[in-house]
Each structure stands twice: as C-alpha cells, then as structure tokens.
C-alpha cells in the first residue's frame, strides 16, 4: 500500500467534500466531478483504517493509508451511500493482478485533501471540518474493536447480495447474528442504532 503523504492543509470528510461541491453544483455532478478527480489524482483520498480482505479474512490492516486513484477508477456507484453518509467505502480488486481475485478493500474514516477539494469547488481557504476522534463513537463513548470488522462484513454482504434489505430490521438482525457468531456483546439498542443510519442511506433518493 502506498504510504501516507504530507498534507499540510489537512483532511476532511468524504460527507464534507460533497457538501463543498453541492454548493456550487448539483448533487449528481458533484459526485460524478469529485469520482472523476479521485480516479484521476487530482484530489487524493486517504483512510483512517485500510483492510484488506481475502475470503472474508483480514489480511492486512493500515492506518492513514492513500486510496490509489486505480481504485476511485473502478468505483462502483451501489457505494454513493455509505461512502457520501458513513465515510466508508469497499473496492473489489479483481484488476490488481497482484492480489487474489477474491480480495476486497475497505476504508473507513475516508477523507479527501482539503487544499484540493477547495481549488475544483473555487472557494477560499478555510479550515478543515468534521475532526473525529477515530476512537469513539458520535456519543462520545469508546468505539468497541471489532466494530470495523462487523461494518466489513455488513458492506460484503450489501456488495454480494447476501443482505438485500427490505426493512431496517434485515440490518439490524444481520448485525446481531455476526456479533453472535463471533462472541461479541452486541445490545439490540446499539445494532438498532446504525441499522438505522445504513437503512436510511441505502434508501435516500
């Protein structure tokens, strides 16, 4: 993976990026102008967790990685919603001959070069917006660990078809049986929690 690069005008959230552009276009080409520039380097992007997935085993876990802009060129439009809500975003890998066929990418916390997004959008230097602390939750409270790896699984099974939710429960219940199966203490309220927040953004027009 390609490392980190000095940005000494920071970072800011995917979400955010796309507020900036919807303020000088129209939603759809503000998404389709910032995909084109990640794809083509002219705006980088970074994750605050990479992983790297193999027959849905982690493989290799980066921090503060830069998104290859291969990557933005293969982008599937089914990601818009949790990429432009959640900040979150999964890549299959099938053209990277250096990696399985069955390989996925996915990142967490993606935030674009702030400096960049400002020069396509043409307004001024402003600070950086939408700092998160990566290791709490937006309550305030400690993130639990394994939570990127349930958010993994539940973006694997958006991406294959496996999870086709009809209702929010689906997500809700998808997210209790793999917290289950795996020995993870997963309260109906929390689950109940970020189901709605996917649900909502899987299903926002």
Not at 3 to 8: E, I
Not at 108 to 113: H, K, L, P, S
Request: charged letters at 20%.
């Amino acid at each position: 993976m390609p490392p980190d690069r000095p940005s000494p005008a920071g970072w800011i959230l995917a979400r955010h990026a796309l507020e900036q552009a919807e303020a000088v276009m129209r939603r759809n080409d503000a998404i389709t102008t910032l995909v084109h520039c990640l794809g083509h380097g002219m705006i980088g992007a970074k994750a605050e967790t990479m992983l790297v997935l193999r027959q849905r085993q982690v493989i290799q876990r980066a921090e503060n990685q830069l998104i290859p802009p291969t990557l933005w060129s293969k982008f599937h439009f089914f990601n818009d919603r949790l990429l432009w809500t959640n900040n979150a975003v999964a890549f299959t890998t099938e053209f990277d001959a250096a990696l399985n066929p069955s390989a996925a990418i996915s990142c967490f916390n993606v935030r674009f070069n702030a400096a960049e997004v400002r020069h396509l959008t043409g307004q001024p230097e402003a600070p950086p917006t939408g700092a998160v602390d990566a290791g709490r939750d937006p309550g305030g409270r400690p993130r639990k660990a394994w939570w990127d790896a349930l958010w993994v699984e539940i973006c694997r099974q958006l991406h294959a078809g496996a999870l086709k939710p009809e209702h929010q429960a689906d997500i809700e219940h998808a997210m209790l049986d793999w917290a289950a199966r795996h020995g993870h203490d997963l309260s109906e309220s929390a689950a109940r929690a970020r189901a709605k927040l996917l649900y909502a953004a899987l299903n926002r027009d």
